[in-house]
């Protein structure tokens, strides 16, 4: 087989795309691909590109986030090589539709294959330039969570009475936390027996002051800050009932590996979020605070009704979002690039 390099924007800072491209690259390289492996966020990267590329003959070049992957389409190497393109949410949510649209879709254009997590990413894609349907794959995102030692709530400091709620979420605009709290308040002042707990990296400080700011306010609100991916399934098994309240997504990875441990969700009713679950059976869609607070309500005044929805929610995640099934399509894709 040809020797891979595989480029992603992030690895040092733990969110989606980081837990995507360590899957594939873990994943890909049991199955016996030979891969080299390039962040974007580590010091130096450019030099280590130059080397290399310099160094090796690679047969493929897998890059992800379409305008971040934008930085290198014309490298005098990488522009000779066969692309696969992995679309991550954001490139297609907010970069094709704003001030760096040129480039985004210049370097979609140049890839041989993009890969979207679901068939409605594809259809906005499609919208705005119909030559790139004839190189889309859909591939849903497989979840693969560590198995990881219970975090208690007697460790949290909470009471065995609360519902817990978990957004497994890095701390930046587009994950719209301000929405979560404004809901779970409205809840708070009717059943006071309720936590929110927010997980994941600072990714914008200006915004994470803003959070901090506003849970300074709310005894029932707590950032626990970036926890390793290998240790966050024990945070999740103790919570009752994940949220995702972004504005946009690519595919929430955190919301569904909760799911995979049997927990029903609460999605915002937006792109990437939309066609992952049905309504009212794995959890529920919302659109506004009072709508995440009438659904919290259902989920918090019946714990058979959780028991029910989380059960569904695991099998929704073994049957649709398999990392095994992932694998064998880039797999696939791989052999199909490099042949």
């Not at 980081?18 to 994943?27: D, E, I, P």
């Not at 099998?315 to 894709?333: F, G, I, P, W």
Request: hydrophobic share 40%.
């Amino acid at each position: 087989m040809d020797q891979v390099l595989m480029v992603t924007p992030y690895l040092k800072s733990q969110r989606g795309n980081s837990v995507t491209a360590t899957r594939l690259f873990n994943g890909l390289r049991r199955k016996g691909h030979a891969i080299d492996l390039i962040s974007m966020d580590e010091p130096g990267w450019q030099l280590q590109l130059d080397r290399y590329t310099q160094a090796h003959s690679y047969g493929l070049v897998h890059g992800f986030h379409a305008w971040q992957f934008s930085r290198i389409v014309n490298h005098p190497v990488i522009k000779r090589l066969p692309i696969l393109l992995t679309t991550t949410g954001t490139d297609i949510n907010y970069d094709l539709l704003g001030p760096q649209k040129g480039h985004t879709l210049e370097t979609m254009l140049k890839a041989n294959k993009v890969v979207v997590f679901n068939p409605s990413m594809g259809k906005q894609l499609t919208a705005i330039e119909p030559r790139l349907q004839s190189r889309q794959v859909v591939i849903p995102q497989g979840v693969e969570l560590p198995a990881a030692p219970l975090v208690t709530r007697q460790q949290l400091g909470l009471s065995p009475a609360d519902t817990i709620f978990l957004i497994p979420s890095g701390l930046r605009p587009v994950k719209n936390l301000d929405l979560a709290l404004n809901g779970l308040d409205i809840v708070y002042r009717k059943h006071p027996q309720l936590c929110l707990l927010i997980v994941g990296a600072a990714i914008d400080f200006e915004y994470k002051a803003h959070i901090k700011s506003r849970l300074s306010t709310f005894k029932w609100a707590h950032y626990l800050g970036e926890i390793p991916h290998r240790n966050i399934g024990g945070i999740m098994q103790t919570a009752d009932v994940v949220l995702n309240t972004s504005r946009a997504e690519g595919q929430p990875m955190g919301a569904l590996e909760a799911m995979s441990l049997g927990k029903p969700c609460i999605l915002t009713a937006v792109p990437g979020n939309l066609d992952i679950i049905k309504d009212g059976i794995h959890g529920y869609y919302i659109n506004s605070a009072p709508e995440l607070a009438a659904a919290a309500l259902k989920l918090i005044q019946s714990p058979p009704l959780r028991y029910v929805m989380g059960n569904k929610a695991r099998q929704l995640v073994n049957d649709r979002y398999s990392a095994v099934k992932e694998l064998h399509a880039y797999d696939q894709l791989y052999k199909e690039l490099t042949y």
